[in-house]
């Protein structure tokens, strides 16, 4: 009986010394950073403390207590770790769902240029890229939502594939119908039936304005062909008409006449000086052909009184721009009617790139506003180029009108 309690109490001391190690080794799990390693290590401690034997009554409260109470700050670091991952992935599943909503906003635009293409598709990458910084969404919706955002995508770039590929038939399309008109132009360009061809030409040249664009380097080409042809028979109808001689020394002896009055005028301002200016302006420009060597020196001459009267007059600038433009149109018009029309065709794209460029700054000007409260001076010097930018685009939108008026007459 004696034998068998000093066994009983050796074995109690013995599962006494492993629980307390295993207590020891729970309580150091606390400073574990590993929140799952900790836990399943716990899991083995658990198993061990089970399998080990009991420990002398009077203690078996107090050490089980202090192994559960060891264990309760492992389990509640485990559950709020799984609790933070589920917020981390319903919040990575929100802004997953904002992304698949811009997406799909930007898809059902009705996109009309290639320009805008291409910025919509540098947004769009731009939205992938950060799609993939953004983590797990939770595991019932994971897939889903990488399959709405794929979908979306998959809609935009099968519409910018569609687009362009619409675009190069219209391309396409085009091309046929300027190569065509290029061949009428070859066709007519020997032709010595003045007026009649001078018809048809003109009218291929409208014709040629309504087609839309085609690739820059074919289009070159194509518009120089037919340039060429148009101006080899004006050039020929020109020289052909050339016996107006008498009527451009008429013409001379007024446009001198003229300048002599507006010297005067210059002179002795009296009255109402803009009121006859322009009126004599008017004069001077209803004025035919002067012969060709005398052409320089009275347009010198004309626009030196000009530049006087309007430097007494104190005219704008612009102003001062516009009417020696209009008063040069004729000297443009000589060189064959369709020099207008390129003129006009220079115009045009000067007045878009002017337009882009003010689109350009005022972009700028708001992200500026938006962004910064120190860009006050910067801002200050755009809106002044702004300002710049747009009157040139009034001068140039005033000079097409101009071009409209001449062919019209």
């Known amino acids: 009986m004696k034998l068998n309690n000093e066994a009983r109490e050796y074995d109690f001391k013995k599962n006494l010394e492993i629980k307390t190690r295993l207590c020891e080794a729970a309580e150091k799990l606390a400073d574990e950073s590993d929140v799952i390693s900790a836990f399943h290590q716990l899991q083995k401690l658990h198993q061990e403390y089970r399998e080990t034997g009991p420990v002398a009554k009077e203690l078996r409260e107090d050490m089980w ?27 990575n599943l929100t802004k997953k769902t904002e992304l698949c909503e811009k997406v799909e906003n930007i898809a059902k635009d009705e996109i009309k240029n290639a320009g805008d293409w291409d910025k919509k598709t540098k947004e769009i990458i731009a939205i992938q890229a950060e799609w993939k910084t953004i983590g797990f969404a939770p595991q019932k919706m994971n897939v889903k939502i990488f399959e709405r955002f794929r979908a979306a995508c998959d809609d935009f770039f099968g519409k910018k594939a569609e687009f362009f590929k619409n675009m190069k038939q219209q391309f396409s399309e085009n091309i046929e119908k300027k190569k065509a008109l290029v061949e009428q132009a070859q066709a007519l360009q020997d032709s010595t039936d003045w007026k009649s061809t001078s018809d048809k030409l003109i009218a291929l040249q409208k014709e040629w304005k309504t087609i839309g664009m085609v690739p820059k380097k074919q289009g070159d080409k194509l518009w120089n062909d037919f340039l060429t042809a148009c101006n080899h028979f004006f050039d020929a109808r020109n020289n052909a008409n050339a016996g107006t001689r008498n009527e451009e020394r008429a013409n001379l002896e007024k446009k001198r006449d003229i300048i002599k009055q507006l010297e005067t005028l210059a002179d002795n301002p009296e009255g109402n000086v803009q009121e006859q200016a322009r009126e004599l302006i008017d004069q001077y420009n209803a004025v035919g052909h002067v012969p060709f060597k005398e052409k320089d020196n009275v347009y010198k001459e004309y626009h030196d009184i000009l530049d006087r009267l309007y430097k007494e007059l104190n005219v704008t600038t612009a102003r001062r721009r516009l009417d020696k433009f209009r008063n040069n149109l004729k000297n443009v018009a000589e060189k064959g009617s369709d020099a207008l029309d390129n003129e006009r065709a220079r115009l045009m794209r000067r007045y878009e790139s002017l337009k882009q460029e003010i689109q350009t700054y005022e972009n700028n000007i708001g992200f500026l506003s938006a962004s910064s409260k120190k860009g006050n001076s910067l801002i200050d010097e755009m809106n002044r180029k702004v300002q710049k930018l747009k009157d040139d685009m009034n001068l140039v939108r005033e000079k097409i009108k101009a071009i409209d008026a001449e062919n019209n007459e």
């Open 65 to 91: 207590a202090r192994f559960k109470a060891a264990s309760t700050v492992i389990n509640k670091r485990h559950q709020q770790h799984f609790e933070e991952l589920r917020a981390k992935e319903e919040d």
